[in-house]
């Protein structure tokens, strides 16, 4: 048994339905990232896990840039002077804020923050750049690292110490209605993402008491995970204007008068691809949708000592036909057994894999075995082309479809806290709530679980809220969360 073989079957894949298992081996053994670096929340991505990153972090920039947003980049570090400055963002995030306090050997004059989130850095500069109303609206953002100190479990993707991939936009115009609308647009934009990733989201109002510190209201996209939890995997937040006033960012009127700008931001963060990975994988390992596997079609020859140049001919032909088409293909004409190519292949997500042997030659055929589904053709070798590009185009419409009708049947309506209680664990319920802050909070002690927030759908029944009993016609979505 060569090396490679042995170290493939010494580390498998627990089932998908031990989830924490699953997830975390799957960082490995998929290439994501390695867990080892020497401080606790740091992780490292590897050229596999990176090439996904990348994949998926063009995508929304692509969005950003085709609806007026600008790239930028600011600093890492913020003055404390600046941070300091807004007594509910300190609030916030006071717990969670690095600090680099020495420069070489000396104490720093002004303590300074890595930052754990980009107000406090960029709203110095709105207030030096907005002048009047024309020059709205202003629509920037960044993709960074930031920096949090968290004292739950760490994990890679879900909860790091360094957010390696932070996409942060921040928007600034005249009035609170403008404002309103550009968060509007902010969780189309997100929902388009999202399905471009296959992801399936629930989309709420989160109540104030889970609002971002500082803002007017927060919309947050999450999903259900495979263990019926839900990830939190973007947030939009309406600012109105009290960071303008806090920064003091002003802008003079039509009618010559100065105003305080009103502002939202709105991020995604590597989270997004912990959903991706989440929904999409099986047993076998990674599943993709073709637009973000790093090698989209595997080919695999498989070798006898007759015949074995024809062969080989042919999967470079197929190769070459694939790669001209744009399509990220390799060849694994290693020494491994077919079987073992087959399980390394499957766990790096490659869509589909293509198997050409002495008899498919006489044929003039090759197997083509579609990742998501298992499902194998016998394809003529000159139409294997066609074949996987027909293929391509509805894969991830596929696993949205897939992902949306599990996530469907994992909503549960209820209308007592004890049906409530019953569901959580299977996925996210329903119930009726008043709306009191009181009556939520009480909610989640009695149920030891999250309300995520009020969905924004229309609902024309009413009923009563599970703990005053008043009648109400809003409904909110409750979890286990992450
Ligand atoms: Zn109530």
């Given at each position: 048994?060569?090396?490679?073989?042995?170290?493939?079957?010494?580390?498998?894949?627990?089932?998908?339905?031990?989830?924490?298992?699953?997830?975390?081996?799957?960082?490995?053994?998929?290439?994501?990232?390695?867990?080892?670096?020497?401080?606790?929340?740091?992780?490292?991505?590897?050229?596999?896990?990176?090439?996904?990153?990348?994949?998926?972090?063009?995508?929304?920039?692509?969005?950003?840039?085709?609806?007026?947003?600008?790239?930028?980049?600011?600093?890492?570090?913020?003055?404390?002077?600046?941070?300091?400055?807004?007594?509910?963002?300190?609030?916030?995030?006071?717990?969670?804020?690095?600090?680099?306090?020495?420069?070489?050997?000396?104490?720093?004059?002004?303590?300074?923050?890595?930052?754990?989130?980009?107000?406090?850095?960029?709203?110095?500069?709105?207030?030096?750049?907005?002048?009047?109303?024309?020059?709205?609206?202003?629509?920037?953002?960044?993709?960074?690292?930031?920096?949090?100190?968290?004292?739950?479990?760490?994990?890679?993707?879900?909860?790091?110490?360094?957010?390696?991939?932070?996409?942060?936009?921040?928007?600034?115009?005249?009035?609170?209605?403008?404002?309103?609308?550009?968060?509007?647009?902010?969780?189309?934009?997100?929902?388009?993402?999202?399905?471009?990733?296959?992801?399936?989201?629930?989309?709420?109002?989160?109540?104030?008491?889970?609002?971002?510190?500082?803002?007017?209201?927060?919309i947050a996209l999450d999903v259900i995970m495979p263990d019926g939890k839900t990830l939190q995997v973007g947030t939009c937040h309406h600012l109105g204007i009290n960071f303008a006033k806090t920064f003091d960012i002003k802008y003079e009127d039509v009618d010559g008068n100065q105003q305080y700008a009103n502002q939202t931001c709105y991020g995604i963060s590597e989270r997004c691809i912990a959903s991706l990975i989440s929904v999409h994988g099986d047993d076998k390992g990674l599943v993709l949708p073709p637009e973000f596997a790093p090698v989209q079609v595997v080919?695999?020859?498989?070798?006898?000592?007759?015949?074995?140049?024809?062969?080989?001919?042919?999967?470079?032909?197929?190769?070459?036909?694939?790669?001209?088409?744009?399509?990220?293909?390799?060849?694994?004409?290693?020494?491994?057994?077919?079987?073992?190519?087959?399980?390394?292949?499957?766990?790096?997500?490659?869509?589909?894999?293509?198997?050409?042997?002495?008899?498919?030659?006489?044929?003039?055929?090759?197997?083509?075995?579609?990742?998501?589904?298992?499902?194998?053709?016998?394809?003529?070798?000159?139409?294997?082309?066609?074949?996987?590009?027909?293929?391509?185009?509805?894969?991830?419409?596929?696993?949205?479809?897939?992902?949306?009708?599990?996530?469907?049947?994992?909503?549960?309506?209820?209308?007592?806290?004890?049906?409530?209680?019953?569901?959580?664990?299977?996925?996210?319920?329903?119930?009726?709530?008043?709306?009191?802050?009181?009556?939520?909070?009480?909610?989640?002690?009695?149920?030891?679980?999250?309300?995520?927030?009020?969905?924004?759908?229309?609902?024309?029944?009413?009923?009563?809220?599970?703990?005053?009993?008043?009648?109400?016609?809003?409904?909110?979505?409750?979890?286990?969360?992450?």
């Amino acid at each position: 048994m060569s090396e490679s073989d042995k170290s493939s079957k010494e580390m498998t894949l627990p089932p998908k339905s031990s989830f924490g298992d699953w997830f975390n081996s799957i960082i490995e053994l998929g290439k994501i990232m390695d867990v080892r670096y020497p401080v606790k929340g740091l992780y490292v991505w590897y050229p596999f896990g990176f090439g996904i990153r990348k994949r998926v972090y063009n995508v929304l920039r692509e969005l950003l840039d085709n609806t007026g947003h600008e790239e930028v980049m600011f600093p890492l570090l913020i003055p404390e002077t600046e941070f300091m400055k807004e007594a509910e963002h300190i609030k916030g995030f006071e717990d969670e804020v690095y600090w680099v306090t020495k420069g070489g050997l000396s104490p720093l004059d002004i303590n300074l923050a890595l930052r754990p989130t980009s107000e406090t850095a960029i709203y110095p500069m709105y207030k030096l750049w907005i002048r009047s109303h024309t020059d709205f609206p202003v629509l920037l953002y960044q993709v960074v690292n930031t920096f949090r100190y968290e004292t739950k479990a760490t994990r890679p993707l879900i909860r790091l110490r360094e957010i390696t991939s932070f996409k942060e936009a921040h928007t600034v115009h005249a009035t609170w209605d403008d404002a309103e609308k550009q968060v509007d647009r902010a969780v189309d934009i997100y929902i388009q993402f999202f399905k471009r990733l296959g992801v399936p989201v629930l989309i709420s109002k989160r109540p104030d008491w889970d609002k971002f510190p500082g803002g007017d209201y927060t919309i947050a996209l999450d999903v259900i995970m495979p263990d019926g939890k839900t990830l939190q995997v973007g947030t939009c937040h309406h600012l109105g204007i009290n960071f303008a006033k806090t920064f003091d960012i002003k802008y003079e009127d039509v009618d010559g008068n100065q105003q305080y700008a009103n502002q939202t931001c709105y991020g995604i963060s590597e989270r997004c691809i912990a959903s991706l990975i989440s929904v999409h994988g099986d047993d076998k390992g990674l599943v993709l949708p073709p637009e973000f596997a790093p090698v989209q079609v595997v080919i695999i020859p498989i070798l006898f000592k007759k015949n074995s140049e024809e062969v080989l001919n042919a999967c470079k032909k197929i190769s070459d036909d694939l790669k001209s088409i744009g399509i990220r293909v390799e060849t694994d004409a290693s020494d491994l057994r077919p079987g073992a190519k087959y399980y390394k292949w499957e766990m790096k997500g490659a869509c589909a894999r293509i198997e050409i042997g002495p008899r498919d030659i006489e044929n003039k055929t090759a197997v083509v075995v579609r990742r998501d589904t298992g499902e194998k053709s016998f394809v003529p070798l000159d139409d294997v082309t066609v074949f996987i590009s027909n293929m391509f185009e509805n894969f991830c419409n596929d696993l949205y479809e897939k992902a949306e009708i599990e996530m469907n049947e994992r909503i549960f309506s209820c209308t007592d806290l004890k049906e409530v209680s019953s569901k959580l664990g299977k996925g996210v319920a329903t119930i009726y709530w008043c709306g009191s802050e009181d009556c939520g909070k009480e909610m989640e002690d009695r149920i030891d679980a999250g309300i995520l927030g009020i969905p924004n759908i229309d609902n024309v029944t009413t009923g009563n809220c599970p703990i005053c009993g008043n009648s109400t016609d809003k409904i909110v979505y409750v979890a286990k969360k992450y």
